[in-house]
Each structure stands twice: as C-alpha cells, then as structure tokens.
C-alpha cells in the first residue's frame, strides 16, 4: 500500500488522490498542504554581498550600462565562462585583479572595450594588458609609499647674509 506524501498514512491506491505517476495523497487538501510546504522551503537566492567575484561583475555590469546596454543584453553565461577560463590559465590571477586590470583598461588607458576586435565580450582584451596594469600598480605604490614617507615638517631655516653698507655721496642736482 503506498503512503501519503503529506502525511505518511497508509491508504488504499483506488480512493487515493493521484498525482503524476507515482505521487499518492489522502485527498486533495493534503496534495495542497505539501505544495504550500515545498514553496515557502524553497530558497530564495539572495546574492552575497562584499565578495570579490560580486565586485567584478557588479563592475562589469558598470561598464556596460554606462555604454549604453540594458542589463538584460549582457550575456553573463559567456562572461562568466571566459572568467572562469582566464582564471584557470592564469593562476595567480583573483577576482581583484581582473578588476583591476579592467579598471586599468577603462579608466585609465580609456580603451573601447566594444570595439569589434573585442568580439562582443569586454574581457578578450584582458590577458594582453595584465603585465602593463601590474605596472601601473607598482608604479602607483612607489608613488604612495613615497608620499606617507615624505617628512612634511616644515623646519625655519634662517639665513644669515652679510651685507656691505656703502656709504653713498649725496648729489646735489642743484649743480647739475
């Protein structure tokens, strides 16, 4: 005798309330009962906040709304695949400085990321232009490391000149 899907009662399969082919309740309230039970169980897929990979393609999304795209027209199945490609042939490479190396090429340099040599995806260009943005960063750090060290005391130094006075013979214009 099958049981009840709800409620786990025995009952018998000719007065059961059938559903699909192996699915057997009590009646139809017992049916909506484990319905109701199965979609407040399900979760509700809330993305995680402050991570590394949300902060690149929250980045990523940036780009392109600001170049006129609508969300709906950004192909994240290829983006997410070309990310996870790029990741795994540079190994040292993290979320942080993918972004980064977009950062570098966006903002800094100012690069068409949509031009046709991109094929559609702004992250093609990403492999030949990671070792002129690790460049630019240790450029940046040398620049800021500088600054915290620089002493920006400001010491009075007096300098003493030592002057001649001459005595001047007044002219009588006079006599002129």
Not at 70 to 75: F, G, L, M, Q
Not at 140 to 164: A, G, H, L, Y
Request: charged residues 30%.
């Amino acid at each position: 005798m099958p049981k009840c899907k709800n409620c786990g009662k025995e009952i018998d399969k000719d007065i059961a309330y059938k559903v699909g082919k192996a699915s057997y309740y009590c009646n139809e309230r017992c049916y909506n009962n484990k319905l109701e039970k199965q979609n407040t169980n399900k979760r509700i897929y809330k993305p995680k906040e402050n991570t590394d990979r949300r902060d690149l393609t929250d980045y990523i999304q940036k780009i392109y709304l600001e170049n006129g795209y609508d969300k709906s027209e950004i192909n994240w199945t290829m983006i997410c695949s070309q990310i996870k490609n790029i990741l795994q042939d540079y190994n040292k490479w993290t979320y942080v400085t993918l972004q980064y190396i977009l950062y570098y090429m966006y903002e800094i340099l100012e690069i068409n990321l949509f031009a046709e040599e991109s094929k559609g995806s702004i992250l093609t260009l990403i492999p030949f232009y990671g070792q002129e943005a690790e460049q630019y960063y240790h450029q940046n750090c040398e620049i800021e490391n500088s600054i915290k060290n620089f002493d920006f005391n400001d010491n009075i130094i007096k300098i003493k000149k030592k002057t001649q006075k001459k005595k001047y013979k007044e002219i009588d214009l006079t006599n002129i």
